[in-house]
């Protein structure tokens, strides 16, 4: 986890375990976040009409911290299983699909995964699984959207992190993976870290899921 001479709060590289999980596909798109809102009456996020970004199959945008964990409480009701939102330490073994020691899920070359530009800023986020996944067959891991994780966001927590399943501890920060269709590169090496406090809203903040036996 973590890298080496790209940025200091994604140093020192270490390694950790991390414990069985599955993790939704794609980012959570508009027709499944449509469906939380139907069921829960709750209000819909900032951009919901916005033509740049409702498109079914596009990822939902303008989530806060709050709102993704109560997506995940909702499904976790409907469905039985022991659903939240990845730590960053899930997030990252994801993303790199196998591959410890590359920089983007696909290899080194930014321009891999199907990217036919990594040039930005985009409109808008395209729909989810319109690339090719990464080998553990999860899509959209390195662009799209940054995504929500459960960690609070400590920039040294590297330094002082457990060796088995580390969460950063609670901050007034929350940390996000992944990358953006608003930043100049639309790919996000899979160390790269950012944060946000719980209760803004972004038009390039999104998340997904995942599944534990706790």
């Known amino acids: ?13 270490h390694r950790i375990g991390v414990s069985s999980f599955e993790m939704a596909l ?14 829960t009456k709750n209000d819909p996020p900032p951009w ?11 990822p939902v945008v303008g989530i806060n911290w709050r709102e993704a964990r109560a997506f995940c409480c909702w499904l976790q009701d409907e469905s039985g299983l ?9 997030r990252e073994k994801a993303s790199r699909g196998g591959y410890e020691r590359k920089v983007f ?13 990594i040039v930005g800023p985009l409109d808008g986020p395209d729909c989810v699984a319109l690339l090719e996944p990464n080998d553990y067959g999860l899509y959209n891991m390195a662009d799209l959207v940054h995504e929500w994780c459960l960690d609070g966001y400590d920039q040294n927590f590297y330094v002082r992190s457990p060796h088995q399943d580390p969460c950063g501890p609670p901050q007034t920060r929350r940390a996000a993976r992944g990358g953006s269709w608003r930043h100049h590169c639309i790919v996000t090496p899979c160390a ?13 903040f999104g998340f997904r899921w995942v599944v534990t036996e706790h």
């Open 26 to 39: 794609t980012p959570v798109s508009n027709d499944q976040y449509a469906r939380f809102l139907r069921s």
């Open 192 to 204: 790269a870290r950012s944060s946000l406090p719980p209760e803004l809203h972004y038009s390039d």
């Open 105 to 117: 899920p696909w290899g080194n070359n930014p321009e891999g995964g199907g990217h036919k530009s």
């Open 1 to 13: 986890m973590g890298s080496r001479g790209r940025r200091d709060d994604e140093e020192p590289p």
């Open 48 to 58: 919901w009409e916005d033509e740049r970004f409702d498109d079914p199959n596009q």
């Open 82 to 90: 022991a659903i939240r939102l990845p730590t960053e330490a899930e």
